[in-house]
């Protein structure tokens, strides 16, 4: 059997139904479904890696990718993994300024739901926006970020990534840094790291930390030395300068002297320590590039990767469910 034979056995032996009808928050998943997701995630990495990447299990349903935001690599992300599961994919840039929140929101997605897709993914600026949409449609909605509320998939992907790297995520300490306040990056970590398992630490300067994050269940640092000791796993935000309304920080080279991860920062968690960062970086001003291009440290180019197969494994189980709810 060729190596897409193998990997394609390996996914039809791992499917498993979507726990739930939509996919807006990590609280959707449980652990045995999160381990069973990843499993399937596995499968479909050997899958990408074989030269005939196409499957039928999406086949005749339409995935609409509908982002209000900019997105590059999220967006293309989605896209593939629909594409190589042989969904009908359109995708729908729709410019910030063409949409405003609230009614507007809700007529796109009534116009969108009598077009009868099958699921939805969504990035909207506002929190809220992906779970607000799922109850005005009939199909499957998958949340690709809200605001500075969550963005599930891409916790999911950096699970992935770490279970590959590590082997297990129970018992890891992992630091995520810089940006908290801003960041659905950051919420979405937090709920399945936790959920997995491991320890979870926010660094970052008081004017990006929210106030209540210590009722996150995570230790908070305001010094990256003392929050970087003894972690396996450092995990950098970027800056979302345009989510902040005021002066926040004095000035990106200020922010990096403090902040930025360079060789010297680094140094300060444990030997073997991984970085990662969801993209798009700010080289120089939340992380240097002499560590974020080190594939001996980096797992920012797996994440990548691991992105395409987390979706793959989240649309092929959501379609799984579709299938069985028919
Ligand atoms: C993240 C996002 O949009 O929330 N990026 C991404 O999904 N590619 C992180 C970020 O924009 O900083």
Redesign the pocket.
Known sequence: MTNAAVAADLIADRLVPFPKSHFLAAADLNPPFVSALLDLGDAFVELNRSSTKALDLLRGRTVLNLFF?N?T??SSSFEIAAKRLGADVVTMPVGASSVKKGETLIDTAVTLNAMRPDILVV?HGASGAAALLSQKVGCAVVN??DGRHE?PT?ALLDLLSLRRAFGDVGGLTVAICGDIAH???ARSNVALLSMMGARVRLIGPPTLVPGDADRWGCEVFHDMREGLAGCDVVMM??L?LERMDGALMPSTREYFRFWGLDREKLAWARAGAKVMH???MNRGVEIDSDVADDLSVSLIQDQVEMGVAARMAVLASLAMRLESAR
Do not use: D, K
């Open positions: 935001e997105s690599r999220t990035r690709a970020g963005h891409q960041s659905r990056v935000l970027r979302q969801p993209g798009p």
